[in-house]
């Protein structure tokens, strides 16, 4: 059996430090979309990435990318899988489409999306920078902007 060097026990160290970061944000931002038992853990999961999809599909490809970096690791990881928005242009949509397309996917009424980008939006915003918040309402229509801002 080869002995392991002192650099792989440090890349493996790495790795395990990076791994327990990536689940201990990803767990406190599941906790705060919940809002303590306000949603179903598995519907916030399912929430988040349609929500965030939905967006990037809005926003352009580099104002997307930009948001991303500042994101949990898992929740980016989840986004790579979404199918949307990658490739495609940016899609010009109101609000009222935003939330068509999330109810679609999510297969909930209009009211039951409405609540859930509310809550994805809430909680990404403790998460992102105050720069790049203003970087992507800069990119939505006035009533998009009222989501994002979390007017009611």
């Known amino acids: 059996m080869a002995e392991r060097t002192i650099g792989q026990e440090m890349l493996e160290r790495r790795i ?24 179903d ?8 990435v349609t929500v965030m999809c939905t967006l990037e599909q809005r926003l352009s490809a580099g104002e997307a990318k930009d948001l991303e970096s500042q ?3 898992r929740l980016k990881e ?22 068509r397309r999330v109810a ?7 009211g039951k999306a409405e609540s859930a980008i509310r809550a994805v939006f809430g909680t990404l915003r403790t ?7 203003a970087d992507v309402e800069a990119q939505l229509p ?10 009611a």
């Open 104 to 110: 679609e996917d999510l297969e909930v009424d209009e």
């Open 142 to 151: 006035s009533d998009m902007r009222a989501l994002w801002r979390l007017e």
């Open 16 to 39: 395990q430090r990076r791994d327990a970061h990536a689940s201990e944000t990803w767990g406190l931002f599941l906790k705060r979309l919940t809002g303590g038992g306000k949603l």
């Open 78 to 99: 989840m986004l790579v899988r979404c199918p949307r928005h990658e490739g495609n242009a940016t899609d010009k949509f109101s609000a009222s489409e935003f939330v």
């Open 127 to 133: 998460f992102v920078s105050d720069g790049e918040i």
């Open 41 to 48: 853990k598995d519907f916030a999961e399912r929430a988040a």
């Open 71 to 73: 994101l949990p690791m």
